[in-house]
């Protein structure tokens, strides 16, 4: 593909315009691997000052106005304070992250554990994080569950299964309005025998079980090498189950590395499922969230260039000829088709997306006027001793 048809750059523009990418606060703290947590300077001490960075964040890239929490990771005696200095800042709260998975009662699991006890005290958590949805306004209640078994035997499948649908009942039974469930799998991590909630096929089962406001969340990172991921997003469109992302790259496991990084030919044939399902625009419901993890990185800058990547990938599936496409597919040209998706693959759309800043009065070059801007210098020297995100805390 050459040049780009003027009704197809009106309609392509249009589209990037619209679109929304949610970051997340733990991005912007410190975070490692279990080996060693590298601190840089200049991170967040508290929440307030992650919704900066997010603020930020959404400055210079103009299409990520929203900030995911994770609780108990950002924690505040008042959340609806909390929501009004997000305001203030020019971005909203988004999606609420339970977290019951750093509390040595859940050495044997969270809701599936086998003592009742831990169970209460697992969904008590995931009922204050409704309790906070209903303070921020935030529409979707994420749930990741690290619960499994390492060793054969250890527990029984069978009732894992049966505690864990009895605290989605409860979760999904304090749910009002249009506020959302939405379940996260992942294969293994850090049960390695066997995971509770381990693939999607397990966590759409648990959302039909509980009800429409049920969607199931795709962490990229989340899948076996090789799984087609793409299949898993054409799926879940079709039944109508498709909540949102946790985007990121992995090359080996759940490494949490910028979206776009490892596999950007991936990323693009899942937003081409997305655009052909029509389910981009943000009144279709799905939220396109980040759930990575700047080990070495400078974190601000790689949250701005994570959002790029997302918006490169989403630019070239929006330029995909679809008729050509659909006129190839029913004719059985194999070749044919194949071609009509790698030519907008292969598209560089980086000039379509400089103009599409300049149109929306932003710095063409987000990651060059964020690195001119003086920000990390004045929030080093602003901010001493910063956080670390929650992750080998
Ligand atoms: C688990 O690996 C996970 O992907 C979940 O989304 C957690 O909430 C998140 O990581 C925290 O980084
Ligand atoms: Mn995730
Ligand atoms: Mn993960």
Redesign the pocket.
């Known amino acids: 593909m050459t040049d780009i048809a003027p009704t197809t750059r009106t309609r392509v523009l249009a589209a990037l315009r619209e679109q929304r990418i949610e970051t ?1 606060s ?1 991005a912007y703290g410190n975070s490692g691997t279990r080996f060693k947590v590298f601190r840089q300077e200049g991170v967040p001490r508290d929440p307030y000052e992650k919704i900066a960075d997010a603020a930020t964040v959404h400055r210079f890239t103009g299409v990520a106005p929203t900030v995911a929490l ?1 609780i108990p990771w950002d924690r505040v005696d008042d959340y609806a304070v909390l929501a009004a200095y997000a305001k203030e800042q020019g971005v909203g709260l988004g999606t609420i ?1 339970a ?1 019951v998975f750093q509390d040595d009662d859940y050495r044997l699991g969270s809701v599936t554990n086998p003592d009742p006890a831990v169970r209460r005290k697992a969904i008590g958590h995931l009922l204050e994080c409704v309790d906070i949805m209903d303070a921020t306004g935030s529409r979707d209640l ?1 749930l ?1 569950f690290s619960d499994g078994t390492n060793y054969p035997g250890q527990d029984s499948i069978r009732q894992r299964q049966d505690r864990l649908t009895a605290a989605l009942r409860e979760a999904y039974g304090r749910l009002t309005g249009d506020q959302r469930l939405l379940l ?1 799998y ?1 294969l293994f ?1 850090p049960a390695f025998y066997m995971t509770d909630v381990p693939d999607w096929g397990t966590a759409y089962a648990h959302c039909v079980e509980l009800g429409e406001r049920a969607q199931v969340v795709i ?1 990229t ?2 899948h076996a090498p090789g799984t087609n991921v793409e299949f898993i997003v054409a799926f879940l469109l079709r039944a109508g189950r498709l909540g949102g992302f ?1 985007f990121n790259s992995r090359f080996y496991a ?1 490494d ?1 590395l910028m979206v776009g990084a490892a596999n950007p030919f991936e990323l693009f044939r899942v937003m081409h499922e997305i655009v052909g399902a029509d389910a981009l625009r943000p009144t279709y419901g799905i939220a396109f969230m980040l ?1 990575q ?1 700047h080990n070495i990185e400078p974190k601000v800058e790689a949250v701005i260039r994570s959002v790029l990547n997302v918006q490169e990938a989403t630019a070239k599936a929006l330029l995909v000829d679809v008729e050509a496409l659909a006129a190839a597919q029913r004719s059985g040209d194999v070749l044919g088709a194949n071609a009509v998706l790698m030519d907008a693959y292969n598209t560089d759309v980086r000039p379509l997306l400089r103009d599409l800043r300049t149109e929306m009065g932003l710095d063409p070059d987000p990651v060059g006027a964020y690195r001119r801007s003086g920000y990390l210098e004045k929030v080093r020297a602003e901010r001493v001793g910063g956080e670390q995100a ?2 080998g805390a």
């Open positions: 997340p733990w994770h992250n977290n994420k990741w996260e992942k991590e962490d990172g989340h946790d759940d949490d759930d993890c929650g992750w």
